[in-house]
């Protein structure tokens, strides 16, 4: 078994290539093996409605050395059509001797269904290989796949007394270059980055990025703003006479988040990345909305009480209410660092 596991976690970094490009599918890679345990064929899963990792992967070798080899995949191979053929079936047909998996697909259509018919012909399956990594690997397939709702990301910079801006809202920057750039690729990682009125009037971010979500109840940012000029657009607003929007703009009627993420759901986006102040953060964390935070840290501090905090709003005596999170990692961003955390079940 231990031998895999350097295999297995060479295919958690291959599948990674495939981040902010295969959604709403999950991040999947494969390495092939012939029957000696040499590398003979790396794929994965680049981009939704492309060629899965087993597929990518077989497809590449043309003179039969697999036959009697073994292939490694995180995800247990697909046994259904979907937009490509069954990866169970050509695992068979390509004469593969074993298969090691980290983990069973979620899909209900799949779910065992493809390691079965790998036994079903004769092929040992081993798995369960670095499980607990494959899961987090696939965080956000696994919550849309088995709760049907949107994962959420939340993205803050603070010092190091948690404040996310002055009393007066000036915060660029709290956090350097390095931690800058980072915040700029984990954006494109997820559908869609959410932001306020708030913010986008205190700091008029343009957010590269395909899709963006404004919470803007009454409607206060003014379209003609930088944030407005590129990208696909939902402005969450309360007010029910509205005005026709530009065509990248769309309108969404907006209650309360819970049912504005189940909206944007329903719309196809799996997952979002929150870059917003304490008070949202704040009312996202009170609701359990929050599935993972990015927490960048830099070496400062205001230490001035009405200065604007990371997360706001709550009101508590007893320090058993707050909310856990575990630490996922910590990364050094000279002279900052990022701490990455997913939520703890919180009552
Ligand atoms: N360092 C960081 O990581 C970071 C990131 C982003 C922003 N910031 C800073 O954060 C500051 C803004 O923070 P903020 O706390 O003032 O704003 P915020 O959390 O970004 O947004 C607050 C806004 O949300 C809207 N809202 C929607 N539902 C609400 C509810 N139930 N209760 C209250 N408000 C609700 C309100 O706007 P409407 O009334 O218009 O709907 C309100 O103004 C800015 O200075 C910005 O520079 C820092």
Redesign the pocket.
């Known amino acids: 078994m231990k031998s895999y596991e350097k295999y297995m976690q060479k295919c958690f970094e291959i599948a990674k290539q495939g981040l902010g490009n295969v959604s709403p599918n999950p991040l999947v890679a494969c390495i092939v093996l012939d029957k000696n345990d040499n590398i003979i064929s790396t794929g994965y899963h680049y981009k939704y409605g492309e060629n899965h990792a087993e597929r990518d992967a077989l497809l590449k070798l043309k003179n039969g050395e697999e036959v009697g080899g073994t292939l490694i995949v995180n995800l247990e191979p697909c046994s259904h059509y979907g937009k490509t053929p069954p990866c169970a079936d050509l695992i068979i047909e390509r004469g593969l001797k074993k298969v090691v998996i980290a983990m069973q697909d979620v899909n209900p259509i799949v779910a065992g269904n493809g390691i079965k018919k790998l036994k079903d012909n004769g092929i040992e399956v081993i798995e369960n290989v670095l499980k607990e990594q494959a899961e987090e690997l696939n965080e956000v397939f696994i919550k849309n796949m088995t709760k049907k709702e949107i994962f959420v990301a939340l ?4 010092t190091l007394d948690g404040k ?2 002055t009393k007066t ?1 000036a ?1 660029k920057w ?1 956090t350097s270059e390095n931690a800058r750039k980072k915040g700029h690729e984990l954006r494109k990682i997820y559908d869609a980055v959410l ?5 986008v009037l ?2 008029n971010p343009k957010f590269e990025c395909k899709t963006k979500i404004l ?4 409607l ?1 940012c003014d379209f003609s703003l930088d944030y407005f000029k590129t990208g696909k657009i939902y402005v969450a607003t309360t007010i029910k006479d509205l005005p026709t929007p530009p065509n990248n703009i769309e309108f969404i009627e907006y209650s309360n988040l819970k049912t504005l993420f189940k909206q944007l759901f329903e719309k196809g986006i799996m997952s979002v990345f929150v ?7 704040g ?1 996202l964390l009170e609701e359990n909305l929050v599935d993972k935070i990015y927490q960048f840290i830099a070496p400062k501090i205001i230490g001035d009480n009405s200065a ?1 905090s ?1 997360f ?1 709003g709550r009101n508590i005596t007893d320090i058993n209410k707050s909310k856990n999170f575990k630490i996922q990692s910590v990364e050094n961003l000279e002279p900052d660092i990022l701490i990455t955390l997913k939520a703890v079940q919180n009552d």
């Open positions: 993205k803050t910079a603070t996310i801006a809202g915060s709290i932001t306020t009125s708030a913010t205190a700091d919470i803007d109840r009454y206060k870059e917003a102040g304490g008070t949202i953060n009312l604007k990371a706001d």
